[in-house]
């Protein structure tokens, strides 16, 4: 999710030298928005490993207020119902044409319909935690935030949380502090169901991050990627080698690799579980759950595990499909990505996993996978020929004060 659009890094330095000068360089702190909110300051220390962790603001129900927030004029609160086609495909669209760019505005997220309610209705879901805002006069779906509940563990703390994604303002409505309103009504209404943490993720810096992964990319269709301008080709390389060097094998290496199916849920789920806890900000499943987030969906998530002799299953590999609108571009309307998701090795190693999940992606026809340097990644991501992307991605924590969590100790994938 919710970074910005990354590419690989080489084009976006050469595109930049391209321009003009560097930028303003200066170290605004002015956040009259997020000063107000239960989270760190930019300039706080950061707390020592003795110091205590815990919320920012205490949790009272009592005092949260009945009724929504006042809107500007003209507008009006809307939930969105997600299993209404016709209301899914107005924020499909919303998304389409106004969420996360890259820096130079060349690809938009493109979440398709299925990953939307994938990712917005899990087990335990809440239709007024899928906050709209309509134009009165038109119903016209001018902006979005969704929250899904999720038990999330960080340093060691388990918390009754939710996870927030898809905040958009549309492009005509920016700038006019809309995101601050949309923000506090999700709060609020996350507040009245008893929940007073959440965790989320975004491209920008704001108060204040816990840590930041960055995403990497590994090529799987060159010549697209370099037609598109996603990557280019070194000048001491031609297009013939590199096409060459990235190859894939046809089919997956690992014996026994084969798709999730719903009777692996309960060995699975508990892998997983027992995986994630090595890290410091992660969430818990629990078989619904898992059932939901990693069993394969057609277009959307693919899931795979490792079956042994006589049908143990001791490993699992996941990516989810994400691809991006290429704007302004007649012959290649969208990139295919494939976004590692969740892969746990314990007899298989995570380089064989991660290549066996790139050749079904490469089967699927996407042209690129992406993975952040998160759990063990970064010990193979270049050895599998990843290259590091623009984009970096910053954790957050709403309410909660606690250390800073490195990039190999986020166990946390959101979408
Ligand atoms: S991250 C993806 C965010 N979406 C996009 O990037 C899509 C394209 N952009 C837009 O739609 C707009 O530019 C958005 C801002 C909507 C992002 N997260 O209305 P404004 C602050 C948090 O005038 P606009 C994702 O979905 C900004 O610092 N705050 O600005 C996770 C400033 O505050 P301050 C952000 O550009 C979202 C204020 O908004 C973000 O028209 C997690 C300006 O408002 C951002 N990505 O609209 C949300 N971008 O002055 C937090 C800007 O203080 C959840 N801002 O610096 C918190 C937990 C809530 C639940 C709690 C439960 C307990």
Redesign the pocket.
């Known amino acids: 999710?919710?970074?910005?659009v990354s590419k690989l890094k080489h084009a976006v330095e050469e595109a930049e030298a391209a321009c003009s000068g560097p930028g303003s360089g200066g170290v605004a702190d002015?956040?009259?928005?997020?000063?107000?909110?239960p989270v760190p300051r930019m300039t706080d220390p950061e707390l020592g490993p003795d110091e205590p962790r815990g919320p920012i603001v205490p949790s009272d129900i009592s005092t949260v207020p009945k009724e929504a927030l006042k809107l500007p004029a003209g507008f009006e609160w809307s939930s969105v119902r997600l299993d209404d086609d016709s209301e899914l495909s107005e924020l499909y669209t919303l998304?389409k044409e106004?969420?996360?760019?890259d820096s130079q505005a060349m690809f938009r997220f493109e979440y398709s319909k299925p990953f939307i309610q994938w990712a917005m209705m899990p087990p335990g879901y809440k239709l007024e935690w899928h906050v709209g805002v309509r134009v009165s006069s038109s119903r016209k779906l001018v902006?979005f935030?969704?929250?899904t509940p999720a038990e999330i563990v960080i340093h060691g703390d388990r918390l009754s949380?939710?996870e927030?994604?898809?905040?958009?303002?549309?492009?005509k409505?920016?700038?006019?502090?809309?995101?601050?309103?949309?923000?506090r009504e999700?709060?609020r209404r996350?507040?009245l169901a008893g929940?007073?943490?959440?965790a989320?993720?975004?491209?920008?810096v704001?108060?204040k991050p816990v840590g930041f992964c960055q995403y990497w990319h590994r090529s799987l269709n060159p010549k697209k990627l370099i037609d598109v301008g996603f990557s280019s080709l070194g000048p001491r390389n031609t297009m013939s080698r590199l096409i060459k060097m990235l190859k894939l094998p046809d089919e997956p290496l690992t014996r026994g690799f084969r798709p999730l199916r719903p009777a692996d849920v309960p060995v699975c789920c508990a892998m997983l579980n027992e995986h994630l806890k090595r890290f410091k900000y992660y969430q818990v499943f629990d078989e619904a759950e898992f059932a939901h987030w990693l069993l394969p969906r057609e277009g959307v998530v693919f899931s795979y595990v490792v079956e042994g002799e006589g049908g143990a299953l001791t490993d699992m590999a996941s990516f989810y499909n994400l691809p991006s609108s290429i704007i302004g571009n007649e012959k290649y309307p969208t990139l295919h990505a494939a976004y590692s998701y969740y892969t746990v090795a314990k007899k298989t190693s995570l380089d064989a996993l991660m290549k066996d999940a790139m050749i079904e992606a490469c089967r699927h026809n996407f042209d690129v996978f992406n993975a952040l340097d998160l759990q063990d990644n970064a010990s193979v991501l270049s050895n599998l020929k990843f290259g590091p992307g623009d984009g970096k991605l910053q954790y957050?924590a709403?309410?909660w004060k606690c250390q800073k969590i490195a990039a190999n100790e986020v166990g946390l994938i959101l979408l």
């Open positions: 999710s919710k970074f910005q002015d956040h009259a928005f997020w000063y107000s909110q998304l106004n969420y996360v760019e902006a935030i969704g929250a949380a939710c927030v994604n898809f905040l958009c303002v549309h492009k409505l920016r700038t006019k502090r809309l995101a601050p309103v949309l923000i999700v709060t996350c507040n929940v007073f943490q959440a989320y993720t975004a491209g920008v704001i108060p957050y709403y309410n």
